[in-house]
C-alpha cells in the first residue's frame, strides 16, 4: 500500500489549504492510499470540536468522516500547546500522546518528531499553507 | 519511501512563525535521520542574516540560533538572487550559510527533492 503524507500550516476558514488537504485526503483513500496528515502551525486549528459554519463547509464534520475512512491525524504539541490545545504537561505513556478534550476523535497531539517519522514510510508528501 | 528532505523557507522570520517552523522540522528530520538540506528563497533569506538579536528588541528566540544547530549536519543555502533582489551579499550572512545560484538550485531539488516542504 502506498503512503501519502499532508503537511498543513494554515489554520481552516483563512484560506483553501484545509479543503485541499481534505480533498486530496479524500481522492487518496479512495485510490487506496494510507493518509496521513500532519498539522504544524495553524494547522492544528483544524480538529478543533465545535465548529459551527454557516457559507463555508465544516473541516470538522470533514476530518470526522475522513478519520472513519482511514485517514490519521497527528498535531505538533508545540504549535498546540501554544494555541491552547494540550491539557497536561507530559505524554500519556500508552500512546506517546499529549492530553486534549478539544480535539475530534482520531486526531492526536504529538511530538514533531512524528512528521519525519512520517515522512520516512511516505510514497509522496504534499506541504499545504507554508 | 523518501530519504531526503528539502527545507524551502520564503517568509522572513519574526513577522511569521513560518521560518522558525521550517527550522524546526530541519533539526527533528536530521533527528531521524533522514538527509535534509535548508533552502531560502524569496523573504526567506533574511533568516540568515548575522547579528540578530531579537530577544532585546522583539521578545523572541533568535532565529540564526537555529542555524548552528543544524550547520554540522545539513547544507543551507539562500538563493543569490533573492539575495542581490534585497542588497544582500554573502558578508551579510551567518557564515556557513552558502550563496546558491539558480542552476545550481534546481539540481538541488532535482537531487535532494523527494519532499520539499515550503514554510
Not at chain 1, 493518509?35 to 483544524?46: E, K, R, S, T, W
Not at chain 1, 470538522?60 to 482511514?70: A, C, T, Y
Not at chain 1, 500519556?92 to 517519522?117: H, K, L
Not at chain 2, 548575522?50 to 550547520?71: R, V
Request: with cysteine.
Amino acid at each position: 500500500m502506498k503512503t501519502l503524507t499532508l503537511y498543513l500550516l494554515s489554520g481552516p476558514y483563512t484560506s483553501q489549504c484545509t479543503d485541499i488537504a481534505c480533498e486530496l485526503a479524500q481522492k487518496a483513500l479512495e485510490k487506496g492510499y494510507r493518509v496521513n496528515l500532519f498539522l504544524y502551525i495553524d494547522g492544528v486549528h483544524a480538529p478543533k470540536k465545535g465548529q459551527r459554519t454557516t457559507k463555508f463547509p465544516n473541516v470538522e464534520e470533514r476530518l470526522k468522516k475522513l478519520v472513519q475512512e482511514g485517514l490519521s491525524i497527528k498535531a505538533c504539541v508545540r504549535c498546540a500547546s501554544a494555541r491552547g490545545y494540550v491539557e497536561g504537561e507530559a505524554p500519556e505513556p500508552e500512546t506517546d500522546t499529549f492530553p486534549t478534550t478539544q480535539y475530534i476523535e482520531g486526531a492526536s497531539i504529538t511530538e514533531i518528531y512524528a512528521f519525519p517519522s512520517w515522512i520516512k514510510e511516505s510514497d509522496k508528501v504534499i506541504s499545504l499553507g507554508g | 519511501m523518501v530519504g531526503f528532505v528539502v527545507i524551502l523557507v520564503t517568509s522572513a522570520p519574526y513577522g511569521r512563525e513560518n521560518a522558525y517552523g521550517g527550522l524546526y522540522t530541519a533539526i527533528a528530520s536530521l533527528e531521524l535521520d533522514l538527509r535534509t538540506v535548508v533552502v531560502l528563497t524569496g523573504d526567506g533569506v533574511y533568516s540568515a542574516l548575522k547579528d540578530q538579536s531579537a530577544e532585546k528588541s522583539l521578545g523572541y528566540p533568535t532565529i540564526g540560533d537555529l542555524f548552528h544547530l543544524l550547520h554540522s549536519r545539513a547544507k543551507i543555502y539562500a538563493e543569490s538572487s533573492s539575495l542581490k533582489e534585497r542588497g544582500l551579499g554573502k558578508t551579510d550572512l551567518i557564515e556557513f550559510v552558502e550563496p546558491i545560484e539558480d542552476m545550481e538550485l534546481f539540481e538541488v531539488f532535482v537531487k535532494y527533492g523527494e519532499a520539499i516542504i515550503t514554510y
